[in-house]
């Protein structure tokens, strides 16, 4: 009513039964619209100078009853002074509003305020050039969370335009540069970016100089763990730690650690793997949801190295849980693909179908490359198993060709294997032995070490169907004595049981039936080409 009196309008009785088809009661002397066509129309209609007249009303209205609460409405503010023309008091509650919404995670949100805000700061004389950069760092973050990655890093870059002759600040707004390069998969250049911000920190001793140089160094050797380096990765990551752990800079230290983890279990030393819980505990009292969801899916992960399938799948979800609670869709994303690989692993192809499918979307939507490769190596597996060999071949394809882009050894190794399967079962073993061997070529011996199971398996298999029998069996032997000496009981279980598929009297007594039971213990329902029956 108050705002129809700055027209010189009154809701009288009249007007009111008028409206009636149009407008329900919203309680509280409000009335809405019940549709929305309705309202864009009636809104449309408006002339330009017309709205802009109205929306500085309400705004002043608004702000006329908030008795000094008006953070409580700055959304409202926002939009009423935004559209309304007064720039000042925009750029004011917009950066309020996105504030709010970035810490509730509401990032689509944040992203639309802080936009406005920096719109409303060119036509306003006293916005400085750090005000300006402090907004588009904040933009690039929340577009960053969403999976916006070249969005997030255009904003990055308008910042590092403002940052002037600020080391620290340079160097931070080069490591968010970083992060969103690594996000989308184009590793050289964020460890160019990693490389850019430690050089202005290394020859600075002072206590902000070394906190940030401990996240610079962490988060190289997240690059490193990116692209598959373990060594690397693990050396550096020692490195941070030590810095992170002489200046206090708890994330830095729980990132190295992750790192660390990592690099044990990918170097065959699960046993030494003993930080990410620690990481964890570490982003749980800082209240860091995001990193506390990429840790429990981690933690997920080694519970499923551990064979330990039940717990991977309880950390999977926890992580998926909260990195949806905090806008991430690519990690939650992550946490999907990794469930999906459990249920391909335990024969229950529908059920892995949804959440691959889900992953593959959003990593192909952000551009997240190293997500893609992940999801079709899975994709490709379970459309082998399931006997789609065409679909099966061309997804385990892509894969080998998108991690050949990233540089990424061991999705290429893991891919070509199951790639070289497919082949065999569409009719032609001698051109899968021929992929396996090209593979193993091109292999780091890391990634060649760490598939030895995994690969002799397969080879075991298609040596058969090439009617090679005894060298099928030598293939099959090995594979179960890496696979007995890791305790590794998926790989033993199959291993096993392809070997009773090929030469039932190569068996021990009772190998066979400690093989379905390993199966059995991580919930395998089936598996392509052996019995679990006994």
Aim: with cysteine.
């Amino acid at each position: 009513r108050d705002l129809l009196k700055t027209q010189d309008i009154e809701l009288d009785a009249a007007t009111s039964s008028m409206l009636e088809a149009f407008l329900d009661d919203d309680g509280s002397d409000r009335l809405q619209f019940r549709h929305a066509l309705v309202r864009d129309v009636a809104y449309e209609g408006l002339s330009y100078r017309r709205r802009r007249e109205l929306h500085l009303h309400a705004g002043n209205l608004v702000l006329d009853r908030t008795h000094g609460e008006d953070d409580a409405v700055a959304d409202l503010l926002a939009l009423h002074f935004f559209l309304g023309g007064n720039h000042e008091l925009a750029w004011k509650y917009c950066r309020v509003a996105g504030d709010h919404n970035m810490d509730v995670y509401a990032n689509q949100e944040a992203a639309a305020q802080y936009e406005r805000a920096l719109e409303a700061a060119k036509r306003l004389d006293d916005v400085t050039d750090d005000n300006r950069r402090d907004i588009w760092i904040k933009l690039g973050d929340v577009r960053e969370r969403s999976g916006l990655f070249e969005a997030s890093l255009d904003a990055y870059r308008r910042a590092t335009s403002l940052t002037g002759e600020d080391v620290v600040t340079r160097a931070e707004v080069y490591l968010k540069r970083a992060r969103a390069k690594e996000r989308a998969g184009t590793y050289p250049l964020a460890l160019a970016e990693t490389t850019r911000a430690a050089k202005l920190l290394v020859t600075r001793h002072d206590p902000p100089t070394e906190m940030l140089l401990a996240n610079a160094m962490s988060f190289a050797a997240t690059i490193r763990q990116a692209q598959q380096k373990p060594k690397l990765a693990l050396q550096i990551a020692r490195e941070a730690a030590v810095i992170a752990e002489r200046v206090g800079n708890d994330l830095a230290l729980a990132r190295a650690w992750r790192v660390m983890d990592y690099a044990h279990v990918t170097l065959g030393e699960p046993d030494r793997a003993v930080y990410s819980i620690k990481a964890l505990e570490t982003y749980r009292a800082s209240g860091h949801l995001e990193m506390e969801a990429v840790t429990s899916t981690n933690l997920g992960a080694y519970a499923y190295w551990n064979g330990d399938w039940n717990k991977a799948l309880e950390f999977y979800e926890l992580g998926r849980s909260a990195s949806t609670r905090v806008g991430n869709t690519v990690d939650a994303a992550m946490a999907a693909a990794n469930i999906g690989e459990v249920l391909v692993n335990q024969g229950l192809y529908e059920e892995a179908e949804a959440p691959l499918s889900e992953a593959h979307r959003t990593y192909r939507a952000s551009g997240f490359s190293e997500g893609v490769a992940f999801a079709d190596l899975l994709l490709g597996r379970m459309y082998g198993i399931r006997g789609s060999l065409t679909e099966s071949i061309e997804a385990l394809s892509d894969a080998i060709k998108e991690a050949e882009a990233l540089g990424l050894g061991g999705f290429r190794l893991e891919a070509a294997i199951h790639l070289a399967d497919a082949q065999c079962r569409f009719g032609s073993p001698e051109t899968g032995l021929k992929t396996l061997a090209d593979a193993e070529a091109d292999a780091p011996a890391v990634y060649i070490d760490y598939y030895r199971p995994l690969l002799s398996r397969i080879r075991g298999s298609i040596l058969n169907s090439a009617g090679r029998s005894e060298e099928a069996v030598t293939s099959l032997e090995h594979g179960i004595a890496v696979a007995t000496e890791r305790q590794d009981a998926f790989e033993f279980g199959l291993l096993i049981l392809t070997l009773a598929r090929v030469s039932a009297e190569s068996l021990e007594y009772g190998q066979k039936t400690d093989a379905q039971e390993a199966l059995r213990s991580l919930g395998v329902r089936s598996a392509p080409g052996i019995s679990l029956t006994a």
